[in-house]
């Protein structure tokens, strides 16, 4: 939990963001803008992300954070996935989406968001 970085899947690099379990806004915000110094210095339309928020906390105060880094981060992401959205959570990731005008995909597991992404990013 809380790390990042690229992984590859099949030949095809993918950056991993994992918040998995993170419950403290600082450390959520480390890896916002470690993610964000990465995905804003790439060509444009060139990554495929994915995402894990599994037991991820999350407030009003953290959505506006992810909101914000969502949707900078659309000129750069050809294709993104997140899994580990469950409850509440689903709730927050649905007005993310809408706000920052993405449309990640929402996927089971890990294995299942990357072997989405090779195939369709």
Request: net charge positive; charged share 25%.
């Amino acid at each position: 939990m809380g790390k990042t970085g690229l992984i590859n899947y099949k030949g095809t690099d993918i950056y991993y963001m994992d918040f998995s379990k993170l419950n403290s806004k600082r450390r959520i915000l480390k890896i916002i803008e470690k993610s964000k110094t990465y995905i804003r210095s790439q060509p444009h339309n060139s990554l495929i992300t994915l995402t894990n928020i599994s037991k991820m906390h999350f407030n009003s105060e953290i959505k506006e954070l992810f909101t914000d880094f969502v949707k900078g981060n659309k000129p750069y992401v050809r294709a993104g996935a997140v899994v580990g959205i469950a409850g509440l959570q689903s709730i927050v990731y649905n007005a993310v989406m809408r706000i920052s005008g993405r449309n990640l995909k929402a996927m089971k597991s890990i294995d299942e968001a990357k072997e989405w992404l090779v195939n369709n990013g």
